[in-house]
């Protein structure tokens, strides 16, 4: 059983830029594959961003593309997502999951997910 922590997030100014974290424990955490997703109120969950096991491949949505970073860094066994440039329509709960399909786009697909952190983008 995978245990997976966020933190990271706050209110910012458009424009700023915040960086989130999720902390892994309870299992072998290289062996997943990592996703990011959000869901702001009234719509439906999205998907934001992949990273494969070892970090040598990442998947972005369209919406974030050129924006978002996701990296890992599996001896703290923690994923992190660096947004940039960020938009009030970046305002959202964000979601780390893992799963065992690099690249993949669907919640479904991830076995284990955390309990989500608050981005808030100010205009």
């Known amino acids: 059983q995978v245990q997976l922590v966020e933190s990271g997030g706050g209110l910012v100014q458009a424009g700023g830029s915040l960086r989130l974290s999720c902390a892994a424990s309870?299992?072998?955490?290289?062996?997943?594959?990592m996703g990011w997703f959000r869901q702001a109120p009234g719509k439906e969950r999205e998907f934001v961003a992949a990273?494969?096991?070892?970090?040598?491949?990442?998947y972005y949505g369209d919406s974030v593309k050129g924006r978002f970073t996701t990296s890992r860094d599996n001896a703290k066994n923690t994923v992190y997502l660096q947004m940039n440039s960020l938009k009030f329509e970046d305002t959202a709960v964000y979601y780390c999951?893992?799963?065992?399909?690099?690249?993949?786009?669907?919640?479904?697909?991830?076995?284990?997910w955390g309990q989500g952190t608050q981005v808030t983008v100010s205009s």
């Open positions: 309870g299992g072998t955490f290289t062996i997943y594959a």
């Open positions: 999951a893992a799963g065992l399909l690099p690249g993949a786009t669907s919640g479904w697909q991830y076995n284990y």
């Open positions: 990273i494969s096991w070892n970090g040598d491949k990442t």
